[in-house]
């Protein structure tokens, strides 16, 4: 009696095999690499724009933002959540005022002037309101204290020095309508520290 023969690979099922052998090993092998040399190199894979220095109402303020749930549907400092309705509060003391928040903080409605998604009475973040004014006032000062840096994504301030993308984005896109309209704010920060001209 003769075993029935086992059927063979085609040789395109070979080659095919092969290949994506092969990208399975570069794929495991590059991993390796970028872990490794990730690892032993000195500069970090992200550069921070953000920083923050406390004083001890700005500490106070970090320990109730988490303690009191804002880190729910806000984050700061790694902490928090990146889903939904999350604003990342990182860098926000560079765009809004210790002032502006507490009253934001206190009632939205005077600086808002209308109901607010979530910071609203009966909303989900309603109970924020309710909060004794002095435990506002330290979380207001916390989010003042956490800055950006020229640059970052919160900043008002643009990058330092030249961008050939913006400058390539903006020739190509910008309507001409805008550049009569608007003026590009770098201009405002190329000449800051060197004496104006006269006339100007
Ligand atoms: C249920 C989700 C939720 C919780 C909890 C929450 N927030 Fe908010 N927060 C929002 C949303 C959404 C916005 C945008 C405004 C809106 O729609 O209410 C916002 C906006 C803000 C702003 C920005 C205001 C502006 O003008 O840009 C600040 C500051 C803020 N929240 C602080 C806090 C603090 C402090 C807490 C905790 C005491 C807190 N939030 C808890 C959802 C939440």
């Known amino acids: 009696m003769t075993t029935p023969k086992q059927p063979r690979l085609k040789q395109g099922e070979k080659v095919l095999f092969i290949m994506a052998g092969v990208f399975v090993v570069l794929a495991i092998v590059a991993f390796i690499v970028m872990e490794v040399s990730s690892s032993k190199s000195g500069t970090p ?56 928040m507490y009253k934001f903080l206190l009632n939205p409605k005077t600086v808002y002037k209308t109901e607010l998604f979530d910071h609203s009475p009966g909303h989900d973040a309603g109970f924020v309101q309710l909060m ?14 956490l800055k950006a840096d020229q640059g970052a994504a919160d900043s008002p301030v643009p990058p330092k020095g030249d961008s050939l993308f913006i400058d390539t984005m903006v020739n190509t896109w910008a309507p001409k309508e805008w550049k009569l309209k608007y003026h590009d704010i770098r201009d405002d920060y190329k000449n800051v520290g060197k004496p104006k001209e006269a006339g100007k």
Request: charged share 25%.
């Open 45 to 100: 894979l992200f550069k921070m724009r953000v920083h923050d220095n406390f004083n001890a109402e700005g500490l106070r303020g970090s320990a109730l933002f988490r303690k009191r749930g804002c880190t729910v549907c806000h984050r700061a400092l790694r902490d928090g959540t990146n889903m939904g309705r999350t604003a990342d509060m990182d860098g926000i003391g560079s765009r809004l005022t210790l002032d502006y």
């Open 132 to 145: 004794p004014p002095k435990e506002l006032h330290a979380i207001a000062t916390f989010l003042s204290q």
